[in-house]
């Protein structure tokens, strides 16, 4: 297994603007993704993805979860699934990754996740 480490930190947000406001401005982070919905700030060797959830009443339940950045995300869901876990099926998304989410025994989610561009 050849797990590279965090990919990124999704988190659903109630204000995309004060959001953006805080996390650029506030914290310093810098914007790199800046869509309707969505904006990603790299800070240091990591990136928070933060989206709207196109409502001013705080996020409930799954708002935040971890992506982890693999080097095989078929090879990932095969192994997980052949120890037992329940996993989504690997999925490729718009914005150029392959991923899966799976959860731990509590319930928390997680990702794991590629780049398909190339490059990592």
Partial sequence: MAVKGMFYVFAEVSDLARSKKFYGETLGWKLNTDEKDVAGFAFGNAYLVIHATGNKTPPAGRSLYVEIQVDD????????????????DPSDQHWGERNFSFRDPDGHMWFYGQSMHGHS
């Fill in 73 to 88: 995300v078929n090879a990932e869901y095969e192994r997980l699934k052949g120890l037992g876990v329940e996993a989504s």
